[in-house]
């Protein structure tokens, strides 16, 4: 079972103070992964925020996995597409600070192991009508 609490195992990491909005009457997705390599749990967190910065959807949860934080990037980035998918909210800007997890997305070439991940996650961004893949 997961703990309930995030303690030691995991490591702090400075938070990004300059988030950059959306353009004007579009929504930007936020998404990262957390991974306690001692209990193999994996937090996922992913917000969706419009232009102004208002919080329009967001997700928190736990996995249980022993995965790496590469994979835990391609779950979390996967779950909160589904999410945002699921309350109909149509993202044009996808941000991720895992830059192998972009680099991945934008070669559109997904024939490794985890292949099939990236290639749901494609095609989430594709119906979601996501034109933008960045890092912060």
Known sequence: KCASGFGPP???VPLAL???APPLAQLKFNVDAAVNST???IGIGAVIRDSKGTVCGALSTKIKGYLSAYIAECFALCAGLRFALSQALFISVTENESL???SVLKKLEPLSCEG???TDIIATLH???CTVISSH
């Open 116 to 118: 099939p991940i990236i």
């Open 39 to 41: 209990t193999g749990c």
């Open 127 to 129: 119906m979601l009508g």
């Open 18 to 20: 300059n988030w950059e």
């Open 10 to 12: 995991f490591r702090s």
């Open 100 to 102: 192998k997890v972009i």
